[in-house]
């Protein structure tokens, strides 16, 4: 009888420990398909947020590696505004300190 217990008490925590486990998964791979699936404006919202600067600000940071003139700048801004065009020198900044903007988290408003 104490056996039958005692195996009873073994098969209830595997069960328990194999729930936590595929819990556990399943918010592992949510939380990747959340940040897969972000875009360059949710990108450039995401540092502009976290900075407390502007996207307009964003958009003049990455272009200091680039030889990109103030009035390219306030263009490409425009055509951003109109058609959610991104010009290249943002691509390129938002793709090198991609890993560094998925590492940090938006508080909640």
């Known amino acids: ?5 005692y195996y009873a008490l073994i098969v ?7 729930g936590v ?5 399943g918010r592992l791979e949510a939380k990747s398909r959340q940040d897969s699936s972000l ?6 919202f995401k540092i502009s947020r976290i900075t407390g600067h502007s996207e ?4 003049c940071k990455s272009a200091e590696d ?5 009035e390219k ?6 055509n951003y505004l109109q058609h959610r065009n991104i010009p290249h020198y943002v ?13 940090l988290h938006l508080p909640r408003f």
């Open 91 to 103: 691509n390129d900044f938002v793709r090198r300190n991609k890993e560094h903007i998925d590492e």
């Open 39 to 44: 875009s360059m404006e949710d990108y450039l």
């Open 66 to 70: 680039w030889p990109v003139s103030r």
């Open 12 to 18: 209830a925590c595997i069960l328990v420990l194999t």
């Open 21 to 25: 486990l595929f819990r556990t998964i």
């Open 73 to 78: 700048i306030e263009q490409d801004f425009s």
């Open 56 to 59: 307009y600000d964003v958009f």
């Open 1 to 5: 009888m104490i056996s039958l217990i």
